[in-house]
Structures are given as C-alpha cells and as structure tokens.
C-alpha cells in the first residue's frame, strides 16, 4: 500500500479550497457533506460556488494569506497554474494541512477516493490512481449493496448504544448488535416505518436481549447464471441466510454474495432427476427454519418457474413455517437479452407461452399442438433431449417448418451459446452443433407467417 486510508475529523476545521472553476466546485461538492468551514480562494468563482458563498455555506477571500491556512485540516487546490499551486501548497504545509492538488499527484499528500456515502456510514474507494474506472465500477457495486436507509438506521442504532451497554449484559451484546443489523428492526426500517423500528430496538433493549429468532424460508431465484442478474432483495437474502440450499444451475459466483459463515448445502438438482429426492429438500428446509435459521432455498432463474416451488411451499405452510418467494430472471428473459431480441413483438407475436419438454417421470409431456398458434412465441424450457419430439409434433400439427428456432444454452454465462435454426431443421441442428442443457428453445410462429402461408397456398391452388 502506498496510500493509507483514514478517515479525517472535519468538525470545527477548515478546508481551504484554491481556483474558482469546475475542479474547484467538485472538490467543495464533496466537503459540503462534512461538517468543515470550507473557504474558497479565487478571484472569480463559477456560479455554483458563488452561490454557496451567497446561501453563507462557503467564504470567499481573494489572496492567499498564511493566516487563510489557519486550523486547515485538508486544502484542495486548483488554480491550473503549476508554480501558483505550488507556492500555495507549501503555505498549506507550513500549517499542518494535508494537501491535494488537483491533476498533480506528484505533489499531492493524500487523494480523494471513490466514496458510497451512507452517513454515517462511508466506504471509500482507492486504487492509488491506477485505476480511477475501477474505482468507480466498485463504487457502483457497492452502492447497489448497501441500502440507501443504511445509514439513517446505522445513525439510530448510534444513539441508542449507551443504552444497549447499560441494559444488555456484555457477553450477549455482539449477538444483540447482529439482531439488529440483520433483524426485523432493520426490515422495518427498510420499509420506511422508522417508527416500528425504534419501537423494537428499544422494547428489545428494555427485555435485556435480542427477541427469539423467527425461521423463515425464502425460495429466491438466482437468474440464469450471471452474477449482476441477481435482484437486490435476492442479494439481501443471501446476505441474511443462515444456510443456503442450491442446485447445479447456481453458479459458484452468486453464492459469493452469500456471508462467510452461512452454511451452505448442494442438492444437487439436474434436469428432470435429482440427487436429492425433492421431499427430503422439503423437509430438510422447514427443519432449518424450525430451528429459527433463516433459509435461503436458491433455485436458477425464477422460482415459480419450473422450480417445484409449489412442494416447498406447501411443505413450508404445513409446518406452520413463514415462506416467501424472492423472484428472479427467468431463463426465457436471458436468452431474448443474448439475442437481443424481445420474447413478443408487437402485431407478430402477442402471445408468449411457457412450455417444458420434460416432466415428472411417469407424466406426459404437455400437449403442445394447441399452443403453437399463429402470432405465438414459445419457451421450451428443460427440451434439448426432446427436440426430435417437439419438432414431429409441432410439424405434424402444421407449424410452418421455416418457422425460426432460436437456441440459447447457458444464457448469460461465460460459455453462452447461439444457435438459429427453424423448425423442421431443429433436431438435427442441435445434435449437430452438439447443443447441452442449460439451453432454452425460442420458437417464433408470427402472424405474419400465416399470412405468407395462407397466400402460398392459394397461388399454389
Ligand atoms: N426456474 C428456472 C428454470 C428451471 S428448469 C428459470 O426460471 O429459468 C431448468 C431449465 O431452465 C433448463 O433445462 C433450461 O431449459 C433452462 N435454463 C436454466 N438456466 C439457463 C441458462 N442459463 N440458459 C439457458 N437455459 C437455462
């Protein structure tokens, strides 16, 4: 590390910023957050700086003194002329100020870092200046993982801390601090009821312990793969979960978001089998929740989608065990996103329907002849294997043979595959390109088409 992080005490310093223009104002939009005396040194200010000084939140003077350094705790400047900003940095450094000048990291004693501002909590960012992208692609991550309430819920937790030591025996104290940041005061929070939120930290505080956890289980869908497809709230739960049950489609990736000390259990679900007897899932999870321990049951894609969902709920329900479903992107959604093309198209095909090609074992597959419309797309989930079937059937139930096939394996993945192909070409395509399963197959059967059809037909006539 050749920069340190700290974090400065701004209250009751000052923060001398030097030039008047936009690297000036950035610089002073950043201080306005703390509680700094910010005085801006510049002949002429932009507007926006001007207008500080005019609302009192910013002084103005127009020559450097050494008395302008007074109590500086940090200086900022950015005259764009290189010996006046060194003149300057050195009366800063006379005084004690840390001091930063703007586009000079050569002759700077500390940089400003990329920061996610949930006062009073702040994570801040810095790659030394190598690489200030990154820094900011960081930024981003972190902001979507933070809750924009954290810090106004961190800032009550804060007042109530004296309290917490005073009521809350020592040795019970870390687990009463996770109850709070993962409990249901900070649910309430995030739902905007403050209110109820203080009410049960304090009601809790006064019992001299955090309340019994409550099991619950969350049936949340991972998306088709990619990390960044995942859903905030699916993040939160995997964040909150004290054990993870996941299957073969989840990539490693997304259990990362998962805390250190989940547990986490592989049940280790293939297409149409599983390693796992589906009620010793079911009963596996409403044991866990039983217990108290909030379960995360993480399926690929949607939950409600080809998930068998329907058997944990009920499972969930019969043992009187609290259960939500956490949805997700389903796999249809990527693979219209990898071929940049829209699952419905208006006045072509303003159907959509959802189909599988494998079922239970023992159960037909559905009939798909009366789906395949004119003006219909069709998602076969689960039906590398039954391609030959599909075809024949739909062929055979006059489907137009050139009617697009669009397959898509591992949608959203690194090792993502494409392939157009048409109806009476689909098997053969697959087995050809040698297609595996995760894949999803796109029928398009337009209105349009019929029309074309319909015409063939009758100049054939
Ligand atoms: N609940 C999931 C579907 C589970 S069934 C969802 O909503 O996506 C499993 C089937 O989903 C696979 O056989 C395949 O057809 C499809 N699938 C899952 N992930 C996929 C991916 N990344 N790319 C293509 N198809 C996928």
Redesign the pocket.
Known sequence: MKTFPMFLSMAGRRVVICGGGAEAARKTRLILKTEAEIVLCAQTLDPELEGLVHAGRARQVQEATPELFDNCILSFIATGDEAEELALAAMARAKGAVVNIVDRPEHCDAFTPSIVDRDPVVVAIGTEGTAPVLGRAIKTEVETLLHPRLGAFAALAGRLRDAVAERIAPAARRGFWEWVFAGEAFAKHRQGDEHAAADLLKQAIAEGRAPQAVGRISLVGAG??ARDLLTLRAVRRLQEADVIFYDR?VDPEVLELARRDADRVYVGKE?GACAWPQERIDALIVAEAAKGRRVVRL?????S???RAAEEIAAARAAGVEVEIVP?I??AS??AAALTRPLTERGETDSFVITTGMCRPGDAVPDWQPLARPGTAMAF???VEKAPQIEATLLASGVPGDCPVDV??????ESQRCLSTRLDGLAQSLAGAGVK????LLLRYSKDHVARNVHNRVSAV
């Open positions: 088709p793969g489609l297409v399926k690929s894609g949607d939950p989608i080809f998930g997700g389903t796999a990527a693979a989930y689960m039906a898509v394996a591992s949608a959203s993945t399963s995760p894949a999803i």
